[in-house]
C-alpha cells in the first residue's frame, strides 16, 4: 500500500442522521425503556449503542408493551403497522426518512388513480415491505432484469414504477430500459424515487475505482446501500471488500494493493470509519488523500413536538 483516498461524500446521510436524532430526543423526553420497531437504521454499532442506552429493538408491534412510545424506524412502515400501533394505545414517533416517506404519497396517490405499481426493490427488504403496504393490491414487485423480462401482468394500460431508495442507479436503469420497453405506457414520478445520497455516493465510489486497486465499503452486510456500493466498485472494475468493523481488515490487503480507496455506507458512522484509517495506518503510514465529488446540503429536522417534549415542554 502506497496511498489512501478517502471518498467524499461518504457515511451518515440525512436521513440516518434525522433517524439518530429523532431517537436520541425520545429517549431525552419519555426515558427507558424505548421501543423501536426494527433496526433504527442498519447498522450494528448504531444499534448496540442505543440498546446499551435502554433501547428495545422489536420487530412486531406486538411486542411493544399497550400504552407506550414506539419509533418506527428510517425505512418506514406500512399502513397496516401503524394501525396496528394506534390499536395497541402506542404513542408514535415516526423516524421515517423524507425521502422514504415520499414515495409512500407516490404509492398511495398512484393506487388512487387506479394504477398498477411496479415495485421495484429487493424482496424481504422492510423498505420495500412497508412501501408496498401502501397498496398491496395494486403493486407488483420486481426485483431485477430478468423479473422485468418475464413479468406478466393482466392490464398494461395504466402502469407506474417505482423505487426503492437505496439501489443501485445503474441496476435502476437497466430494469426501468427494460420495463419500458415492454410496457410503452409505463409512467415515472417527476422525480426519481432513488435517494440522492445513495446517488452520490455511487458515483463517489465510480470516481475512486479509477485511481485504486481495492475499494474498502464499511458498513454493515444487512445495509443495502452499503452493499451496492460493493456491487457499483466491482462493476466498475475494482476488487472491492464490505468490513463492518477495523478487526476485519486483513493485513495482506495492505501487501496486495498499492493504492486503497475507503468509503462507507450511509448507515456508517465516522466513528467506524476512523478506526478502520488508524487500523490501516498501524499496518502501513501512507499519504492519505480526500477524493470530493460533490456537496451535500440537504438535513432534515425533527419534529417540533418532539423537540419540545425533550427540553422538557
Given at each position: ?45 448504531v444499534v448496540r449503542s442505543f440498546e446499551d442506552r435502554g433501547v428495545v429493538f422489536v420487530e412486531e408491534i406486538a411486542e411493544v408493551p399497550a400504552g407506550m412510545p414506539v419509533v418506527f424506524s428510517a425505512h418506514g412502515v406500512s399502513p397496516e403497522v401503524r394501525e396496528q400501533s394506534r390499536q395497541r394505545g402506542l404513542k408514535i414517533i415516526d423516524a421515517t426518512c423524507p425521502l422514504v416517506d415520499k414515495v409512500h404519497r407516490e404509492a398511495r396517490e398512484w393506487a388512487q388513480r387506479g394504477y398498477t405499481i411496479l415495485y421495484i426493490g429487493h ?191
Amino acid at each position: 500500500m502506497e496511498r489512501v483516498v478517502l471518498a467524499a461524500p461518504r457515511g451518515f446521510c440525512a436521513g440516518v442522521a434525522y433517524a439518530i436524532d429523532i431517537v436520541n430526543r425520545a429517549l431525552d423526553a419519555f426515558g427507558t425503556p424505548l421501543y423501536v420497531r426494527h433496526a433504527i437504521v442498519h447498522n450494528e454499532w448504531v444499534v448496540r449503542s442505543f440498546e446499551d442506552r435502554g433501547v428495545v429493538f422489536v420487530e412486531e408491534i406486538a411486542e411493544v408493551p399497550a400504552g407506550m412510545p414506539v419509533v418506527f424506524s428510517a425505512h418506514g412502515v406500512s399502513p397496516e403497522v401503524r394501525e396496528q400501533s394506534r390499536q395497541r394505545g402506542l404513542k408514535i414517533i415516526d423516524a421515517t426518512c423524507p425521502l422514504v416517506d415520499k414515495v409512500h404519497r407516490e404509492a398511495r396517490e398512484w393506487a388512487q388513480r387506479g394504477y398498477t405499481i411496479l415495485y421495484i426493490g429487493h424482496e424481504g427488504h422492510v423498505e420495500a415491505e412497508g412501501t408496498m403496504g401502501e397498496a398491496p393490491a395494486q403493486m407488483v414487485l420486481v426485483d431485477n432484469v430478468d423479473q422485468a423480462r418475464t413479468l406478466e401482468l393482466a392490464q398494461a394500460e395504466r402502469l407506474v414504477v417505482l423505487t426503492q431508495t437505496t439501489l443501485s442507479v445503474d441496476e435502476v436503469t437497466s430494469i426501468v430500459e427494460v420495463l419500458a420497453a415492454r410496457f410503452p405506457r409505463l409512467r415515472t414520478p417527476r422525480k426519481e424515487d432513488i435517494c440522492y445520497a445513495t446517488t452520490t455516493r455511487q458515483e463517489a465510489v465510480k470516481a475512486l475505482a479509477e485511481q485504486c486497486d481495492m475499494i474498502l465499503v464499511v458498513g454493515s452486510t444487512t445495509s443495502s446501500n452499503t452493499n451496492r456500493l460493493r456491487e457499483v466498485a466491482e462493476s466498475n472494475g475494482c476488487v472491492s471488500y464490505l468490513i463492518g468493523t477495523a478487526e476485519e481488515l486483513r493485513p495482506e490487503w495492505v501487501e496486495q494493493f498499492q493504492v486503497i480507496g475507503v468509503t462507507s455506507g450511509a448507515s456508517t458512522p465516522e466513528l467506524v470509519v476512523d478506526q478502520v484509517m488508524s487500523r490501516l495506518m498501524d499496518l502501513r503510514a501512507v499519504p492519505v488523500d480526500t477524493l470530493k465529488t460533490a456537496e451535500e446540503r440537504i438535513h432534515f429536522r425533527a419534529p417540533r413536538e418532539l423537540v419540545a417534549a425533550a427540553q422538557g415542554g
